[in-house]
């Protein structure tokens, strides 16, 4: 029978657009009992195998970042763990003509789309009309009110540099998982230069990606489209930290969320 409570919690999450993971024992002493728990590995609902709630909660978060559901064995004990995951946010600056293909091609993957430009002209809905939000200003008026957390992936489109330059000092502090930069190699090498000026380290400005995407030969703005969001995914879905399990990985039956 399915905890009320559970339900409630699960519901929490997907509302409030929040990170979680619902643990399901599958094999064991206690099969069909689990839990729910948050972004931070806490318990929102239901009860963890006592002996293994530390490792299955650190796994958890570890599938959680990965966005990928396993079933993990910790000795006679096999739990299913499926991450609860928000909808992912794409924010464009520049509204040029790949960033109306990019809108249109992240739209159908899922994205949660907003595109910015100080020109009112170039930024209407007619020319974005997948766009989930016109974000209308320069970045210190608009960056403020928009979420750049994990979820998020930003791509500055836009060759002015009166837009570009204020937007990495508000941009690179933050956790975003994916940063790209229109321009050429000589461009890409320029900023970097500035920003390392300006005091930024090594590794934060390597979080950059110019010129953004990957190199596909494309030519065409929805081909450069393909090629940002082909490297967004392929960031996105690199390896990152181990699981803390010691115990086997069982093969999953099924695909990822949303799959």
Known sequence: MVDPREVAALSALVEGEAFGARVTVVAGSAPGTGCVLDGEGQVLAGVLPEEYADDI????????????PAALAYGETEVFIEPIV???????????????????????LGYHVT?????????????????DRLALGWPDQVVGDMT????????????????EEPLWGLVLPTPVRYIGAMGSRRTA???????????????????IHGPVGLDIGADSPGEVAV?????MISEHRRPHESLAVAGEIRPLVGSRPGG
């Open 227 to 231: 090629a940002i969001l082909a490297q």
């Open 148 to 163: 750049l957390d994990r979820r998020t992936s930003v791509v500055v489109l836009s060759h002015d540099a009166r837009f």
């Open 57 to 68: 909660r650190a796994d958890a978060l570890v599938l959680v970042d990965r966005e990928t």
């Open 86 to 108: 928000p909808r992912p946010h794409l924010i464009i600056f520049g509204a040029v003509h790949i960033a109306q293909a990019l809108t249109e091609h992240a739209s159908l």
């Open 115 to 131: 595109v910015s430009d100080a020109r009112a002209a170039f930024l209407t809905a007619e020319r974005f009309p997948r766009a």
């Open 189 to 207: 090498t320029r900023r970097r230069e500035r920003l390392l000026a300006e005091g930024h380290d090594d590794i934060t400005v390597a979080r």
